[in-house]
């Protein structure tokens, strides 16, 4: 019969051998190489990943591809994503052999300065609340993209996202455990749990999550367009909801954003 400790180490050294990775000989498990001959997305969530790849097979090419993804992942990632942040890409156009560089982020309320907060006694921007929020650049740069390179209309292109926000989604473990991080932080502002929770608290690892709220405003910029975003009724929502948080966010803020592009720093690299 085999001494305890010997069994031990056998099991030791066999659990070393299914860690390890059989093919490149490395001491550690790695992943495989992918590869593909016509289209490639990568996202933090499979099922937007899937949305950018349905939106290549429908002809759409690679800007289309990542407006949809983004689009989605404010719907199954909010803990990281949203229309209500900023943008930025690098894209390289092969047709004309150059690469472009846009800078979607969100300019500082015109009211609110740095004198504002020494007068008030802050030391730091807080990291929640209305006062660390700046003009939403996602929109305008999701158009400005798709102006410039987009090849599907921006209905067919946002569709995907709209849909799963009416027939609703498995949360992804990660995202959900995340989800429930946030809930006590940001629960306390008015409108957080109605949005974002299910009777006060997340929604849990594989539950199916619905935001037909946020369909509504996806529908209204797919027909609208930008200024639906920035000039129209969910401009105003925005604003009156910040100012009465104690915000500076406000409706001109919101008209006046534009991003810009930009030349993007690059070096030649073995050609």
Excluded: C
Excluded at 20 to 36: K, M, P
């Amino acid at each position: 019969m085999l001494r305890p400790s010997l069994l031990l180490l056998i099991l030791v050294m066999a659990l070393d051998g299914v860690a390890a990775d059989r093919v490149t000989g490395e001491s550690f498990a790695t992943r495989s190489e992918v590869f593909a001959q016509h289209g490639m997305v990568a996202t933090s969530q499979p099922l937007a990943t899937q949305i950018g790849l349905d939106i290549l097979k429908r002809g759409g090419n690679a800007i289309d591809a990542a407006i949809a993804a983004n689009a989605a992942l404010g719907l199954m990632e909010p803990t990281g994503n949203g229309m209500g942040g900023d943008l930025f890409a690098i894209v390289w156009d092969a047709k004309s052999g150059k690469l472009h560089g846009y800078n979607g982020s969100g300019r500082s309320p015109q009211s609110l300065s740095l004198q504002w907060f020494k007068d008030n006694g802050y030391t730091k921007v807080p990291p929640y609340g209305p006062l660390p929020v700046t003009t939403p650049g996602a929109v305008d740069g999701w158009f400005a993209l798709h102006d410039r390179f987009g090849k599907l209309p921006m209905k067919a292109v946002l569709a995907p996202a709209i849909g799963y926000a009416r027939d609703g989604f498995p949360l992804s473990e990660l995202i959900a455990w995340y989800w429930n991080l946030s809930v006590p932080r940001l629960g306390k502002f008015p409108g957080f749990n109605e949005q974002f929770t299910i009777n006060g608290r997340a929604p849990a690892k594989g539950e199916i999550w619905k935001n037909p709220n946020l369909a509504n405003t996806l529908e209204t910029i797919a027909k609208g367009g930008r200024d639906a975003f920035y000039k129209g009724a969910i401009a105003h929502t925005i604003a009156d909801y910040i100012k009465a948080q104690g915000g500076f966010l406000s409706f001109a803020d919101l008209a006046a954003h534009k991003g810009e592009w930009v030349e993007p720093v690059s070096t030649n690299y073995r050609g």
